[in-house]
């Protein structure tokens, strides 16, 4: 029964792109409800799908569990006694002391199971279809849209949208995420526009400064937030010497990459590891 509950809960929550740390007890010495490969999905909010152990472990498990998923890095926990004797703690391992008085010893991996980053290419150019193709393969959710785009013609993407009007787009994707425009001379302003629209987290514009620079005065005399128009990143990407679309979309990408990982650094993720902490 807690084996179906977890998994069902783990399909649930990835359904819904909602982020959540898997935790499985490495090791115990009784007295532990919990045994070895016992497993449970853990929410930030602190929600507990599955078996790992009583209350006493909890407040560890979900402390542990928000640090992960803030930065989505791994962790290995170790639950003991409360004790007055020095502990030796490994580089790997997070100590926590419990005060309740039930005993046992409880070790666990906390793995934060974080949803694909999201990537939204819009036009329908060479360095467009060049970053359908790369950008899943390092772990992103790929959303191609085109005015008139055919969905035969971009098989790597996730999803494929031929309608670029900017509240149909916000409709559609919602708010956030990561936006190319790779229109190249092929409706860039509808393509700005709609990249506006879903307040991105970050936005590429594969373009010439000068080009860019027309464009972006273009938008802020149709109203939109100069504060966003200014975030409008161009010329786009790493500078690589790209010629090729495929090399440019590989500058564009690499700049993407490195938006994301910076947005999973946290200060907790700098800190160093071995700690201990009284839980009750």
Known sequence: MQVLEWMTQADRLRAR?????????LRVVPPTSARPGDKAVVTSDGQIYGWIGGGCAQPAVI???????????????????????PTLVSPQITEFSMACHSGGTLELFVEPMLPSARLLVIGDSPVARALCGLAPQ????????????????????HHVWSEDAPETVREAWGQGGFVVVATQGRRDLPGLLAALRVEPDHVWF?????????????????????????????????RIGAQTPEEVALAVLASVVSSRRRARTSPVACQSRPTTDTVA
């Open 17 to 25: 792109r909602e982020p959540f740390a898997l935790v499985t007890v």
């Open 63 to 85: 402390k542990t569990v928000r640090q992960a998923l803030r930065d989505g890095q791994p962790r290995q926990i170790r639950i003991v006694p409360r004790s007055d004797e």
């Open 206 to 238: 594969v373009a010439s400064a000068r080009k860019a620079a027309a464009l972006k005065a273009e938008l802020r005399d149709r109203g939109c937030p100069a504060s966003q128009v200014e975030q409008i990143e161009a010329p786009a990407g790493e």
């Open 138 to 157: 390092v772990g992103f959710e790929v959303t191609l849209l085109a005015f008139g785009a055919q969905r035969e013609d971009f098989p790597a993407a």
